[in-house]
């Protein structure tokens, strides 16, 4: 493990080293502004408001925070597109959206400020991994809706380095680059890294003799001891970066070389903890559902967004001298929400995909493995006796037809296993409909 940058430069150390109580000015004068703007120019939140009886003039800081309605997904998208908005389509510059569905969106409108910042809290973030103009940044996460690609290259720009766009995909092609150009830093899924690392391993290439120094991985759960493997097989500083599209993206927060939690942005997202079942906030240290308040964005500023990630907060200083909180790697999730190769699935989705399909039952189960570093998923399909009697043709040209469903709404490639009638467990209560094998 290369750790002799540890010495790095802060990016902004004005407000990633600020007092606290100075921040928590800083933070009441912008949430004052937030909650007046979204309460004057976005129906939902003047509506969820009303309901609760609060007005903006009630929430005269950060400790008024938890009169505030929640917001959560399904918000998004009912309001799909433009529902959210506070500010006329004349100011948005940008749109970005989830990685998951095709078919109902999640998308956030950007003004020039709001990039600006996420620019921002992304050159943080390069500079959390001892990035400089002097580094060499390729950027193997998607480009295009999805904000990883744009994300990081607008941060890494930010501070002066090359970047190199590749995009993610063709492996091959990235370590050619990687050993042509000398990049020095590689940003991607932890799961890509892993493939990119093997891949290096099999192409009997000695890492030690790459300019890698350091990884900047997120956008998926991970774990400490994938963290290890990576290190390991790229011999660099692996890094944990934590964001989501309805904050801007990568960046939220970001680890420091001491690998000690990810340090949240708080002049820009605020975040909380709650207990997910009873919505009562916890003090920090305890564990429970991560809730974030946006208090610099215009384009779609979001107030109390539930994001279903299960973590803990740290307020101890940092050894890097940053006194910004510290998220601990992300748990798990709340709600149902997986991730596979990167992208959002719920299984209500594939329920919905199959309550399309002429003679499949809603009864199904998803099996998601981790077969080398790339993950897998097989969908268990109940089915009813008329299609489990056909021949082998007929059943190989129906699991056709579900694949290619599932392929269309949900974007992912999934092994389709019929399944006779009523083999599928069925559930009183809550159903189980994913078995996650992968050890993480
Ligand atoms: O994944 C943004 C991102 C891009 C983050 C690149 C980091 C790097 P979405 O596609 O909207 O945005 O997915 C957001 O991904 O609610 C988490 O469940 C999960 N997630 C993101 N980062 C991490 C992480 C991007 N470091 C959802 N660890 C979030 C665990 C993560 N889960």
């Known amino acids: 493990m290369k750790c002799e940058h540890k010495t790095a430069n802060i990016w902004n150390p004005e407000m990633e080293c600020i007092d606290r109580e100075e921040l928590k000015k800083i933070q009441s004068e912008r949430l004052k502004k937030t909650v007046k703007r979204v309460?004057?120019?976005?129906?939902?939140?003047?509506?969820?408001?009303?309901?609760?009886?609060?007005?903006?003039?009630?929430i005269r800081g950060v400790d008024d925070l938890k009169y505030l309605p929640f917001t959560d997904k399904p918000d998004l998208r009912e309001g799909f597109p433009y529902g959210l908005f506070a500010v006329p389509k004349h100011d948005i510059i940008r749109i970005q959206g989830s990685s998951g569905t095709t078919g109902m969106p999640i998308v956030t409108g950007y003004t020039k400020n709001d990039i600006g910042v996420w620019t921002e809290m992304a050159a943080r973030s390069v500079?959390?991994?001892g990035g400089t103009a002097d580094d060499i940044v390729q950027i193997c996460y998607g480009y295009g809706l999805f904000t990883g690609g744009l994300g990081l290259h607008q941060g890494a720009t930010e501070v002066g380095a090359m970047v190199i766009p590749m995009s993610s995909g063709n492996t091959q092609r990235q370590i050619n680059m990687m050993q042509a150009m000398g990049s020095t830093i590689l940003c991607c899924t932890p799961s890509y890294a892993m493939l990119i690392g093997e891949t290096i391993r099999?192409?009997?290439?000695?890492?030690g003799k790459l300019k890698l120094k350091a990884g900047i991985f997120g956008a998926e759960p991970w774990s400490e001891n994938m963290r290890a493997r990576i290190e390991e097989l790229l011999g660099i500083d692996a890094l944990d970066i934590y964001g989501l599209t309805e904050m801007a993206g990568p960046g939220v927060s970001c680890e420091c070389l001491y690998k000690n939690?990810?340090?949240v942005n708080e002049d820009h997202v605020i975040p909380e903890i709650i207990n997910p079942e009873t919505l009562e906030?916890?003090?920090?240290?305890?564990?429970?559902?991560?809730?974030?308040?946006?208090?610099?964005?215009?384009g779609t500023p979001l107030l109390r967004y539930r994001t279903h990630d299960l973590c803990r907060l740290n307020v101890e200083k940092c050894e890097c001298g940053r006194t910004n909180v510290r998220m601990d790697r992300i748990k798990g999730r709340s709600d149902d929400m997986l991730i596979i190769r990167g992208v959002n699935v719920f299984p209500s989705q594939i329920e919905t995909v199959l309550m399309e399909i002429p003679n499949a039952?809603?009864?199904?189960?998803?099996?998601?493995?981790?077969?080398?570093?790339?993950?897998?998923?097989?969908?268990?399909?109940?089915?009813?006796?008329?299609?489990?009697?056909?021949?082998?043709?007929?059943?190989?040209?129906?699991k056709k037809?579900?694949?290619?469903?599932?392929?269309?709404?949900?974007?992912?490639?999934?092994?389709?296993?019929?399944?006779?009638?009523?083999?599928?467990?069925r559930f009183e209560g809550k159903a189980r409909r994913v078995l996650d094998n992968r050890k993480l």
């Open 401 to 425: 037809m579900i694949a290619e469903k599932v392929k269309s709404t949900l974007g992912l490639s999934a092994d389709i296993k019929l399944v006779p009638p009523k083999s599928i467990p």
């Open 202 to 207: 099999d192409m009997g290439i000695d890492p």
């Open 281 to 298: 906030v916890l003090p920090y240290g305890e564990s429970g559902e991560l809730v974030l308040s946006t208090i610099t964005k215009e």
């Open 127 to 129: 500079t959390m991994a």
């Open 361 to 398: 039952s809603p009864h199904f189960m998803i099996v998601v493995d981790r077969v080398g570093p790339t993950d897998s998923m097989q969908l268990q399909v109940e089915v009813n006796d008329e299609i489990f009697a056909d021949t082998v043709g007929q059943m190989q040209t129906y």
């Open 39 to 58: 309460y004057e120019n976005v129906p939902l939140y003047r509506a969820r408001m009303d309901e609760k009886g609060v007005k903006p003039e009630d």
């Open 261 to 263: 939690g990810m340090h």
